[in-house]
């Protein structure tokens, strides 16, 4: 065993809290995950790691490794895999939200797949922050702030809410003006509680914009992106969707977007991995893979939304 993987294998014990959670995810036995620490600790001279059967726990010593580890394997994750000729092969398990998932993600990672044959990966498209270390993900698409800071990230671009109707809606019940017109409105949403549900928005003008949430009563609630912006489009109501979810339907016509003004402050996306496995040089690719194409994805999806409200003003001068 090399240092490089035991290094991995350190790393990965301890954001996985076991040394079976390390071998699990490197497919390596236990045994070798406490050879791979002990060599470190001989080659450092000094206790690195306390166990129990309960939880790993760093020294001191340990902290100041384990730091200086993980930016040589962050470093060795920006470099480029492939310069040896040998095949990728591994099996990667990789998490997006579902609507992401299907648009952006699955076309992808098709292509990537047939790129590299001996490379398997499993998906799992949820509405829900997974937790990577917990559930075995080698990567995640993540619409949303950062909260782990033991995770590695790729910064792809940012997502807004937008809001939006069908024009036969419109036409029928006329142009919200600001957040509070929607309670004369139908407006659809995402499973809401008895209680309604809230809509968040920022207001115009200030510096720094203001934050607010206007409570919504659905006429009609469905617990599926995808299924509430079928029925928008249909003249059903209004609702709240992520700009990538409805940028062709704007660009289009089909939907009509709604108090750009009071739209709440976009959401960053990256591309997440865990820094015990930056050295899969199977991971690296798939990084490298996504992380311009969804760059551009999400950078094309702003300007077409931007370009439609642009031609809508200019229709409306004299």
Known sequence: MDRLEAMSLFVAAVDGGSLAAAAKRHGRSPAAVTRAVAMLELNAGEILLLRSTRKLSLTSAGERHIAAWREVLAKLAELTPGDTGTPLQGRLVITAPELFGRIAVLPLLETFLEE???????????????????????????????TDSSLMATRIGEVRTILCAAPVYLKAAGVPTTPTDLSHHACIGLDADAEGELWRFASPGGSPRQRRSVRVQPRLSINNAAATIDASLRGHGVIQARSYQVADAIAGGRLRRLLAEWEELPVPAHLLFPAGRAASGALRALIDHFAPALRRLLADVDASIDMKATTERAQLLP
């Open 116 to 146: 590299h044959p001996l490379v398997s990966v499993r998906v799992l498209f949820v509405n829900r922050l997974v937790n990577l270390i917990g559930e075995g993900v080698d990567l995640a698409v993540r619409l949303a702030p950062l």
